[in-house]
Structure formats: C-alpha cells, structure tokens
C-alpha cells in the first residue's frame, strides 16, 4: 500500500528566504508525482506535475524535484513571499496498470507560513 | 473557461440522514474523482466515475457511492451518516482520469459536512 509522508508538518519563514518542501513516498512504482497548493478553505490548486521519467519541474519561483528510486521529491520555493502562505500537498499516482486501475495517495502536507 | 464546481458548498446533517453533493467538471472533462479530507487522515480518494461508470473505488464502506450523468456531472451520497463523516469533501475532474497516467486533475472548492 502506499503511503505519502511529508515533512516538516509546518513551517515557519521570514519573508525573502529560499525553503525546501519534503516529501517521501513508499512505493517507488509511480506514473507521476504532483504537487498542490491549498489555501483555507479552499480546494487544491496543482503547481507542479512531475511525470515518473522526469527528474524534475520548474515554474516561475517553484522547482520540483523527483528521485523516484530513493521515493523522495523536493519542492524549492525561491524567495519566499507571504502570498506563498498556504498548505503544501505532495500527491502520488499508481496503481495497476493492467486493471486500468489508478489512485492518488496524498501526504498530509505542510502549512507555510510566510512572515513579512 | 469555468472551472469545477461543487453544491452546496457548507452542509449541516444529523446522525443517521443522509446527503448527496453535487460535482460539475470542467467543460470536455469526462473522468470525476471524490475525495474526502480529514484533519486527522487527510486526502482520501472515494472513487472515480468516467463515462457514466465508477472505474475506481476507495476503501470506504458502502454507505458512500456516487453516480454519474451523461453530461459527466457527478453526485455522491452518503447515506446513515456518523459524526466521523464530517469532513470537506473534494470532487476533481480531468479528461481521462485514470486512463491517462501523465494527466493532472483540477479540483474543485468543495462542501464542508458537519454531521451533528
């Protein structure tokens, strides 16, 4: 069964810092790894999608990383602003192929917070 | 082009009735996946509808099902509802869903269940 682990659960940071996200995951037969922001209350806003062939993603001030045989990602949040305060969500795909049969499994996040 | 959407939004219940939520993709998305959030287990996936037939299922009891229409809008419901039912309950949608390994799935805002 797979399991999805985050670390740090939450995460404290002055305005202007670079900050590393961690994620783990138990079974490295995965289709994609893919990373979620969400804000209270809110549904899940996808960031980055890593596709298991992939080492990594960037966008804009975000840098996704996958070592899928270690089953660990990174998410690299560059100069960090208090816009970016929000819960982080690590999420990865598998499942059986041959029954056409696919899931996410999700971590259980980290809540930034971006101090000004 | 809208996004997903979810009805209501809040919902308050007592212990034994039941509930049906609403879930209404993306425009051409076909595949609709439920998912329930809890402070203490976090994301879990419900299942997954494409083309009007649950393609995958979750480990939750059969209290909770789901259906879907021919214009891929989905409904779940869950019926003898129990106070550890309260939770905010996420639908996403995607083209393919479980079909196409690489795809990201959008989310919606979701419904807060109270179940008193």
């Known amino acids: 069964k797979q399991e999805v682990t985050q670390i740090p659960a939450a995460l404290s940071v002055p305005e202007g810092e670079n900050l590393v996200l961690n994620c783990s995951f138990t079974?490295?037969?995965?289709?994609?790894l893919q990373w979620f922001r969400q804000d209270p209350g809110k549904g899940l806003t996808s960031l980055l999608l890593i596709q298991s062939s992939q080492r990594e993603q960037t966008s804009g001030r975000l840098n996704a990383s996958l070592d899928k045989s270690s089953g660990r990602s990174t998410l690299y949040i560059a100069a960090s602003q208090p816009g970016d305060s929000a819960t982080y969500l690590c999420a990865v795909k598998s499942g059986n192929s041959g029954a056409g049969s696919y899931q996410l499994t999700f971590g259980k996040g980290t809540k930034l917070s971006v101090i000004p | 082009k809208a996004g997903v959407t979810q009805t209501p939004r809040y919902l308050i219940k007592t212990r034994g009735q039941q509930v049906t939520l609403s879930c209404s993709p993306i425009?051409?998305?076909?595949?609709v996946s439920w998912y329930q959030q809890t402070p203490g287990q976090g994301l879990q996936f419900l299942f997954e509808y494409f083309s009007e037939t649950q393609r995958n299922k979750g480990n939750f009891p059969g209290r909770f099902s789901g259906r879907q229409f021919s214009n891929s809008r989905s409904e779940m419901n869950v019926s003898t509802l129990e106070l550890g039912d309260s939770a905010l309950y996420l639908c996403?949608?995607?083209?393919?869903?479980?079909?196409?390994?690489?795809?990201?799935?959008?989310f919606g805002p979701g419904t807060r269940l109270l179940v008193l």
């Open positions: 996403a949608s995607s083209k393919q869903g479980a079909k196409n390994q690489g795809e990201t799935q959008y």
């Open positions: 425009s051409g998305h076909r595949s």
């Open positions: 079974d490295s037969a995965i289709y994609n």
